[in-house]
């Protein structure tokens, strides 16, 4: 299900967009979409191109590696207010992982291309938008490398 | 309700194995009584007790049962070494050499009228388990109260059954999450860091109690601190390769603390110099 109306509404109630001025949030909406995903939905393929990003607004997703020896395993999974899908900003643009929606999820999703375009003739929004992912990315980053460490140590 | 050894601190007393209960692959708690007539002593939320294996050695155990039921003296146990595989191999019946309770106390009564966060990793929810017992048998003199658990996959967590029962409960939050799992988990991936911004609770009128191991403590405290938790309401448990138990032989010395007897619950601001020193 698609709906393109209030968008702009939408995107001012996720924690990634507060504080950002009307006029930015409205030129980012012109490339939104709001939808919904079942539970055991796919809303992305490993390899496949990494055409939109996603704001959750509310539900759970698992990011999941494809593994020839089960079904998948489960490396993080994110929920209300959290982000996913920045392969839209890193060449060649495809997704890193599966991601599955693990509950009835709702999300606000952005348009790479559309956005890639919007940012090429707008800095000052670019710099807007990676201020906002740069930390998100860093603390996805250091929860990574707490996992690494398999601080729990062996059972 | 005293917390002191009883009879000679350095004289194991001889209770036995009344029931052996294996928690994971590598886990098992032991339920203990005197061998002899007389009740098990009463312990403290925290607290630890030297347990002999006969013919093999002493651990240091934290006491993982009710503190109001001491009669059952109650020790989950991960096989690593030589005395605690010698631990795990004992059936009802057998006997085990037992010296305590030691140390400090998680601080239960003094975090009434707060809210509670209690943040465990692995195993470290065993020496938890007490204080969790304790606030949720006198609910109403808490605000807040929240259990938060990270396990290394949904085969390693600890007390599931507790782990649901307690999060049945209308007034007590509870979040589990796991560094791996299948596509069968339907539950939190991701380190237990990250369940700590969901808690809702109040930063500035909080008590934390965290048990795991150091680096996940300081990840942890570095995300409290971060959300305005002061450093004198968070509280660790710490270990040192702990001997005599009453700080005497100084295997356990922290800086200048000795973990078997200033701790092993240590306010974090008494210890976060230490915590920085390498190698300590």
Request: net charge positive.
């Amino acid at each position: 299900m698609v709906k393109v109306e209030g968008l702009d509404k939408l995107m001012a109630e996720h924690p990634f967009f507060q504080g950002m001025d009307e006029t930015s949030r409205k030129t980012l909406a012109g490339c939104a979409r709001n939808e919904r995903f079942g539970a055991g939905d796919y809303v992305a393929h490993e390899g496949k191109p990494a055409e939109r990003f996603y704001f959750i607004r509310s539900g759970t997703v698992a990011l999941e590696f494809h593994m020839p020896s089960n079904d998948g395993l489960v490396i993080e999974t994110l929920h209300d207010g959290e982000v996913f899908g920045w392969s839209w900003m890193v060449p060649p643009y495809e997704w890193a992982y599966d991601i599955r929606a693990v509950e009835l999820t709702r999300v606000i999703s952005l348009e790479a291309t559309c956005l890639r375009k919007k940012l090429k003739k707008d800095n000052a929004l670019g710099f807007e938008l990676y201020s906002r992912f740069v930390p998100v990315m860093a603390k996805r980053l250091s929860s990574a490398r707490q996992q690494l460490t398999d601080m729990y140590g062996k059972s | 309700m005293s917390a002191k050894p009883h009879i000679d601190a350095m004289t194991p007393v001889p209770f036995t194995v009344t029931k052996r209960t294996q928690e994971l692959a590598d886990t098992f708690t032991l339920e203990l009584t005197p061998a002899a007539a007389g009740g098990a002593p009463a312990f403290l939320p925290g607290q630890f007790n030297m347990l002999y294996a006969f013919g093999v050695g002493e651990v240091p155990i934290s006491v993982s049962g009710d503190p109001a039921y001491p009669e059952k003296l109650i020790h989950t146990i991960r096989d690593v070494g030589a005395v605690t595989n010698a631990l795990s191999k004992l059936k009802k019946g057998a006997q085990v050499g037992v010296r305590g309770p030691f140390g400090s106390a998680w601080p239960v009564n003094e975090a009434q009228g707060s809210d509670v966060v209690i943040i465990a990793g692995g195993i470290g929810l065993a020496p938890l388990r007490p204080a969790i017992n304790h606030i949720l048998a006198n609910r109403t003199k808490y605000g807040r109260f929240v259990v938060l658990y990270g396990a290394r996959s949904p085969a390693d967590v600890l007390y599931v059954k507790q782990l649901q029962s307690w999060r049945g409960r209308l007034d007590t939050f509870v979040d589990v999450t796991v560094d791996h799992a299948g596509r069968d988990w339907a539950g939190n991936v991701g380190v237990v860091t990250r369940l700590i911004g969901r808690a809702n609770f109040d930063a500035h009128h909080t008590k934390v109690f965290i048990c795991g191991p150091e680096i996940m403590m300081r990840f942890t405290i570095k995300e409290l601190t971060g959300l305005g938790v002061a450093k004198d309401d968070i509280y660790v448990s710490m270990e040192r390769n702990m001997k005599c138990a009453v700080g005497h032989c100084g295997h356990c010395q922290f800086g200048g603390h000795f973990i078997c007897k200033d701790g092993p619950v240590f306010e974090y601001a008494r210890i976060e110099n230490l915590l920085q020193v390498r190698g300590l």
